[in-house]
């Protein structure tokens, strides 16, 4: 019997599927271990073999934890709600969810046929709204809290207003928005229900505010800053502008020092915790207040360096700072205009990263330095971000390079505080004895101690205080999209009101067209039903709305990272209609154990997803506050592009050996027409884009060769490899295989199809190890005997246990492959076919290449899935040799090999050696002078 790869892979899948073979228990005496991989969004394109990398590492990991008796979850869902299938709405007028739907199935039949482990009986859709409506109830729970620092965590809302009421906000510790005024409990109990709301606005952890956010007119919505490239849309290339808004946004800043702790607490690979510790960029210093000269205003500035504020020479602020509208003179309002237009096409990330080029405005305005009182003039420039700290700097030319570089091509004054004191890099880098010179009180102190003093000095004037500041600013939540979540959110006289819980979820309208309206609203704009009753607690027509009963609903949707950031939770307990998840799940399940995903999620998802697990803490809805003890992110496999030369200017292409002798131009071509040995199937390239049908081609020994190169696996470089096409040619185990093979886990990695038939080639050698061949080496019979294993049987097994052993529990997936290569070759040379090797070995194989091992392991008469079967033990004394294979050396060269027991002694390894026929051909009669014996080493006859 041949190894038919096709039938019996849809044979094992089919079992798994009609068996149920890997769902999870929500309670077991067996211990738990969570294995999660980030969920994918389903595009149209479908997968290539680039994405089941890290899908097939935990998948692995998974059977193997199943063999070592856990009982394992280890579920997939979509990431259902985005911008792709909104774009394909509007170009064809289809339904983004028949879109989603149909990408779903075409993302569930390449899974399949892949031969993952999932429990599929778990399986989420962020789009579906019995999922959405968990999503609008966190939206809710988290717009009826607040942040309380005395206590370092969210509390309800009702808390604060029984404060509110008994004592003011005079002495609440909380976190809130900066422009909050003082008000007593007598006040407050006076405020109408409009003017508390406002207030409880600026506490809640979800609120509205006016707020500058990259907007992507042609798209129609906000985009969020990992959303943009070199200016642009990532999705479509449009351009992009900062505009201020009324947005959603999540308080996420008040969790700033507890994510950062976190990262103490978790294993997570070290570049991913400092990318996040960067974003985070929590600094010591002091906050300073500028008095603005000639206005009622005043600008507050962070600095992390109070003691260098005598080397002030110039404030900078940035062109969206609120200010600037109010300081800027009629002489420089043109020109000040004129530069807040051109800025506002930049993105935060294009101003950040342009350090070259130099640019500002004067507002014709100036601050007082607070201690000399001297004018400072008052700039604005892009490198300086309104969402940054404070979106103004004091400039200090004499200690700060881009200060400088702003000072010198502006012409601006620069004081030098540090005259006669060396401020070379190496200097300024050992802050504790930077001797601070020339600023009064500061005179002659070190860096610590002129710190202090400044501080203290600052504070007497009631115009600084000490402070930590954090870059991370709180996370716009609102999208002008329509394929999102809805929020359960109406309005009553401009403020916002949440629905109730119970009448969740408020599903998405259906809509003429998904565009913005023509008045610039945002989709949902477009539906006619639209509006809460809070009568019947329904939605209906918007023509109900009275304004007494019936009011409008939120037209922004959630952003794609509001699912996202807590679907691991809900794949505890994913079909609970009556809440999040109950008690016995997520108590007994805690939290992920490994998580494999993309490493591009540093800052996005995996640093929201740890904030709102830190919240669901807070709030006793879930036990732990990290919801991933260890995270591994997967190299990226790389396509191997295939390149034509066209001679520019012309449609002739020329073979890459005859390229250097023209002028060209490359251009990419789908992989697929090249063959093995970078050749061009030209009949096909003709067929494939009509700009190759009538080109001429110039060849070199009457073929056209192609340049190769290994860069990102995409559609746009026509070096996708459908993994479909692998699991055709050769079986979804070779796949499974050859992914692990090709290198370290972490590394990024190029494809080569042309070394797929080594692993194959494999396979087949360990489905004939269990068969015994038949005349003419056709097929084979199943042959394996209860007949007791050898020592080197033994031996072979138990050094394969170990060291698959070690490497799956090390993430070492590549030479687990390469041990298995070695075992069945020592295996095949021993001609064994004890079951006592051959069974165990199947269990080791089974993580990797689980459809042949389920075959085999049927084949050897168990009942059960393999799945079911313990992981085998190591034994240690099966590698205890037993015997030395000795090199005998006369006058120090090596003539043969001895094996001997290490049970003998010096005298009897002397005496067998001198007794061995080729020892006495060796001596030819002589009597040797001396013959030394290192047991366990060597013997050297001299003589």
């Known amino acids: 019997m041949s190894y038919d790869f096709r039938d019996i892979e849809a044979k094992w899948q089919k079992y798994w599927a009609d068996n149920a073979t890997f769902t999870a228990e929500n309670n077991s005496i067996k211990p738990k271990y969570y294995v999660l991989d980030m969920f994918p969004y389903p595009s149209g394109a479908g997968l290539h073999v680039g994405h089941p990398l890290g899908y097939i590492a935990s998948d692995i990991y998974a059977r193997y934890k199943r063999h070592k008796g856990f009982n394992v979850l280890h579920p997939q869902g979509y990431d259902s709600f985005g911008l792709p299938a909104e774009q394909y709405a509007i170009q064809t007028g289809q339904h983004p969810a028949i879109t989603t739907k149909d990408n779903i199935a075409r993302?569930?039949?390449?899974?399949?046929?892949?031969?993952?482990?999932?429990?599929?009986?778990?399986?989420v859709r962020t789009s579906d709204p019995k999922f959405y409506k968990w999503t609008q109830w966190i939206f809710i729970q988290l717009f009826n809290s607040w942040y309380d620092n005395n206590e370092d965590?969210?509390?309800?809302?009702?808390?604060?207003?029984?404060?509110?009421?008994?004592?003011?906000?005079?002495?609440?510790?909380?976190?809130?928005?900066?422009?909050?005024?003082?008000?007593?409990?007598?006040?407050?109990?006076?405020?109408?229900?409009?003017?508390?709301?406002?207030?409880?606005?600026?506490?809640?952890?979800?609120?509205?505010?006016?707020?500058?956010?990259?907007?992507c007119p042609q798209l129609g919505t906000v985009l969020a800053n990992d959303e943009i490239v070199n200016g642009v849309s990532e999705r479509g290339g449009y351009p992009v502008v900062r505009k201020k808004m009324t947005q959603w946004s999540m308080r996420i800043s008040a969790y700033a020092q507890r994510l950062l702790d976190g990262l103490d607490t978790i294993d997570w690979p070290q570049p991913l915790k400092d990318s996040q510790t960067n974003w985070i960029g929590r600094s010591e210093g002091a906050s300073v207040t500028f008095n603005v000269k000639d206005h009622d205003a005043t600008i507050e500035v962070f600095t992390t360096r109070p003691d260098t504020i005598f080397g002030v020479s110039f404030m900078t602020l940035a062109p969206e700072h609120e200010l600037v509208q109010k300081i800027i003179t009629k002489a420089q309002k043109a020109e000040v205009e004129a530069y807040i237009e051109a800025t506002a096409k930049r993105s935060e990330r294009e101003r950040m990263a342009d350090v070259k080029n130099i640019s500002g405005v004067f507002t014709g305005a100036y601050a007082e330095h607070p201690f000399t009182k001297e004018p400072v003039p008052i700039w604005i420039g892009d490198y300086v971000l309104a969402g940054y700290g404070t979106g103004a700097v004091m400039?200090?030319?004499?200690?700060?390079?881009?200060?400088?570089?702003?000072?010198?091509?502006?012409?601006?004054?620069?004081?030098?505080?540090?005259?006669?004191?060396?401020?070379?890099?190496?200097?300024?880098?050992?802050?504790?004895?930077?001797v601070i010179a020339n600023s009064d009180f500061l005179n002659g102190l070190n860096y610590k101690k002129a710190t202090k003093r400044a501080i203290y000095e600052l504070e007497q004037l009631g115009q600084g205080e000490g402070k930590i500041n954090y870059r991370l600013r709180d996370a716009v939540f609102s999208r002008q999209r329509y394929w999102?979540?809805?929020?359960?959110?109406?309005?009553?006289?401009?403020?916002?009101?949440?629905?109730?819980?119970?009448?969740?979820?408020?599903?998405?309208?259906?809509?003429?067209?998904?565009?913005?309206?023509?008045?610039?609203?945002?989709?949902?704009?477009?539906?006619?039903?639209?509006?809460?009753?809070?009568?019947?607690?329904?939605?209906?027509?918007?023509?109900?709305?009275?304004?007494?009963?019936?009011?409008?609903?939120?037209?922004?949707?959630?952003?794609?990272?509001?699912?996202?950031?807590?679907?691991?939770?809900?794949y505890m307990d994913p079909n609970n209609e009556e809440e999040v998840f109950s008690k016995d799940a997520i108590n007994y399940?805690?939290?992920?154990?490994?998580?494999?995903?993309?490493?591009?999620?540093?800052?996005?998802?995996?640093?929201?997803?740890?904030?709102?697990?830190?919240?669901?803490?807070?709030?006793?809805?879930?036990?732990?506050?990290?919801?991933?003890?260890?995270?591994?992110?997967?190299?990226?496999i790389l396509g191997t592009s295939a390149i034509v030369y066209r001679i520019s200017g012309t449609n002739q292409y020329v073979s890459k050996g005859l390229k250097d002798q023209y002028e060209t131009e490359e251009l990419r071509v789908d992989v697929s027409l090249i063959n093995n040995s970078n050749e061009l199937n030209l009949e096909g390239l003709r067929n494939w884009q009509p700009q190759y049908k009538d080109a001429e081609f110039i060849l070199e020994e009457n073929k056209y060769i192609v340049g190769r190169?290994?860069?990102?696996?995409?559609?746009?470089?026509?070096?996708?490899?459908?993994?479909?096409?692998?699991?055709?040619?050769?079986?979804?185990?070779?796949?499974?295989?050859?992914?692990?093979?090709?290198?370290?886990?972490?590394?990024?990695?190029?494809?080569?199809?042309a070394g797929i038939?080594?692993?194959?080639?494999?396979?087949?050698?360990?489905?004939?190890?269990?068969?015994?061949?038949?005349?003419?080496?056709?097929?084979?019979?199943?042959?394996?005997?209860?007949?007791?294993?050898?020592?080197?049987?033994?031996?072979?097994?138990?050094?394969?246990?170990?060291?698959?052993?070690?490497?799956?529990?090390?993430?070492?997936?590549?030479?687990?492959?390469?041990?298995?290569?070695?075992?069945?070759?020592?295996?095949?040379?021993?001609?064994?076919?004890?079951?006592?090797?051959?069974?165990?070995?199947?269990?080791?194989?089974?993580?990797?290449?689980?459809?042949?091992?389920?075959?085999?392991?049927?084949?050897?008469?168990?009942?059960?899935?393999?799945?079911?079967?313990?992981?085998?033990?190591f034994e240690e004394k099966h590698l205890v040799e037993s015997t030395k294979q000795y090199p005998i050396s006369f006058n120090g060269k090596m003539r043969f090999t001895l094996e001997l027991s290490l049970d003998l002694s010096k005298d009897e390894i002397e005496a067998a050696v001198m007794a061995h026929e080729k020892t006495q051909q060796q001596l030819n009669g002589r009597e040797p002078k001396k013959v030394i014996v290192v047991p366990g080493k060597i013997v050297n006859v001299v003589g």
Request: hydrophobic content about 35%; overall charge negative.
């Open 107 to 123: 993302y569930r039949e390449q899974l399949d046929k892949i031969g993952f482990s999932f429990d599929w009986s778990r399986e």
């Open 153 to 215: 965590r969210a509390r309800k809302i009702e808390d604060l207003e029984t404060i509110f009421s008994a004592e003011g906000n005079t002495n609440v510790n909380v976190v809130c928005d900066e422009d909050v005024t003082e008000f007593t409990a007598e006040e407050w109990n006076n405020f109408s229900s409009k003017e508390k709301q406002e207030v409880l606005l600026k506490y809640r952890l979800t609120y509205l505010a006016e707020t500058e956010v990259n907007w």
């Open 395 to 434: 400039a200090v030319p004499c200690g700060d390079q881009r200060d400088y570089d702003f000072a010198k091509h502006f012409d601006i004054p620069i004081p030098n505080i540090f005259e006669g004191i060396d401020i070379s890099e190496e200097a300024f880098a050992d802050k504790d004895n930077t």
């Open 484 to 570: 999102g979540e809805p929020f359960p959110v109406y309005y009553v006289d401009g403020m916002p009101q949440m629905i109730e819980a119970k009448h969740l979820p408020i599903e998405l309208p259906e809509v003429e067209k998904y565009l913005p309206t023509e008045t610039g609203e945002p989709p949902l704009g477009r539906a006619t039903v639209w509006a809460w009753d809070t009568g019947s607690n329904t939605v209906v027509d918007n023509d109900k709305i009275d304004h007494k009963a019936v009011f409008p609903l939120e037209l922004n949707t959630m952003p794609g990272w509001a699912g996202s950031s807590y679907y691991f939770n809900r």
């Open 589 to 636: 399940w805690k939290e992920v154990d490994l998580y494999i995903g993309g490493s591009e999620h540093a800052t996005g998802h995996l640093l929201y997803a740890r904030f709102w697990q830190k919240f669901l803490f807070d709030h006793g809805i879930v036990p732990v506050d990290e919801f991933a003890k260890k995270l591994i992110n997967q190299g990226m």
């Open 709 to 753: 190169e290994v860069e990102k696996m995409s559609k746009r470089w026509f070096n996708v490899v459908n993994p479909d096409d692998i699991c055709n040619d050769y079986g979804a185990d070779t796949l499974r295989l050859y992914e692990m093979f090709l290198g370290p886990l972490e590394q990024a990695k190029p494809w080569n199809t």
């Open 757 to 873: 038939t080594g692993v194959h080639s494999f396979l087949k050698k360990l489905w004939k190890l269990y068969h015994s061949p038949l005349e003419g080496g056709q097929g084979g019979v199943f042959s394996v005997s209860e007949t007791e294993p050898t020592k080197d049987n033994l031996k072979t097994l138990h050094k394969t246990i170990k060291k698959v052993e070690e490497d799956i529990e090390n993430f070492s997936f590549n030479t687990s492959v390469s041990t298995f290569m070695i075992a069945v070759n020592e295996l095949t040379a021993q001609k064994c076919n004890s079951r006592t090797i051959l069974e165990p070995l199947l269990v080791l194989i089974s993580p990797y290449a689980p459809h042949i091992a389920e075959e085999l392991w049927q084949k050897l008469g168990n009942k059960e899935s393999i799945s079911t079967a313990a992981f085998p033990v």
